[in-house]
């Protein structure tokens, strides 16, 4: 079975430019989760997807962020414009179904994102 | 609002050694508490998953305990080997609403030769 994908893995860019990054959930997993790890922190959720609906994200800076997963099945993450502090791993985490206590969150590999 | 602290920080060990993590988290009403782990570069894995009405669960070398009340839990590693070097996270996942998970910020384990 295939894990979750992410790509880029690294990403540099400059402070004000724009950035998207994408993951291919678990084949089947009706959840799809994005977290954003600061060097040294846990990961924080920044949204979560139940199919193509949004659950949570209420801790999604959205003056600059956003996300989507149209089809319910790939999502995308961007950063319009990015600042320095928005440097971390951004991680892409899928589970089968949201309301299980055994649903376990598989996670990607990550993204690196290097704000100059 | 949910906080999660792991002790230590950091630990080294020289091989064979038995150790412990702990973990701590301020509001007892969870669903459930997983243990990751998460090597460079790399995502999490996750290890161990224990229920809130679970005292225990184990897989092979590692034995994680859950109380609740206390907002406790342990992560037992026994005869520690080099390949456990990684930070090892706890997460909570709270009651009803999402599945958001609250992770703390991480043991980093070296395992010694």
């Known amino acids: 079975e295939a894990g979750v994908a992410q790509s880029p893995r690294y990403k540099i860019i400059e402070k004000r430019q724009s950035v998207a990054f994408w993951c291919n959930p678990i084949?089947?997993?009706?959840?799809l989760y994005w977290y954003q790890q600061i060097l040294g922190q846990g990961p924080k959720l920044l949204i979560q997807?139940?199919?193509?609906?949004?659950?949570?994200d209420s801790q999604l800076p959205k003056d600059r962020f956003s996300a989507e997963r149209l089809k319910g099945v790939d999502s995308t993450l961007k950063i319009q414009p990015a600042k320095l502090e928005d440097s971390a791993v951004y991680l892409c985490?899928?589970?089968?179904?949201?309301?299980?206590?055994?649903?376990?969150?598989?996670f990607g590999p990550g993204t690196r994102l290097t704000v100059l | 609002k949910q906080e999660v602290t792991q002790i230590p920080a950091a630990l080294s060990v020289p091989e064979g050694e038995n150790l412990v993590l702990n973990c701590s988290f301020t509001?007892?009403?969870?669903?459930?508490l997983q243990w990751f782990r998460q090597d460079p570069g790399k995502g999490l894995t996750s290890l161990l998953l224990?229920?809130?009405?679970?005292r225990e669960q184990t897989s092979g070398r590692l034995n994680a305990s859950l109380d609740k009340s206390s907002g406790r839990s342990t992560l037992y590693i026994a005869a520690s080997q080099p390949g456990d070097s990684a930070t090892y996270l706890c997460?909570?996942?709270?009651?009803?609403?999402?599945?958001?998970?609250?992770f703390g910020k991480g043991t980093k384990l070296t395992v010694n030769p």
């Open positions: 985490a899928s589970s089968l179904i949201s309301g299980l206590g055994t649903d376990t969150q598989y």
């Open positions: 084949s089947g997993h009706a959840t």
């Open positions: 997807f139940q199919n193509n609906g949004v659950v949570d």
């Open positions: 509001d007892s009403a969870i669903y459930n």
């Open positions: 224990i229920q809130s009405s679970q």
């Open positions: 997460a909570v996942k709270k009651q009803g609403g999402s599945e958001k998970l609250v």
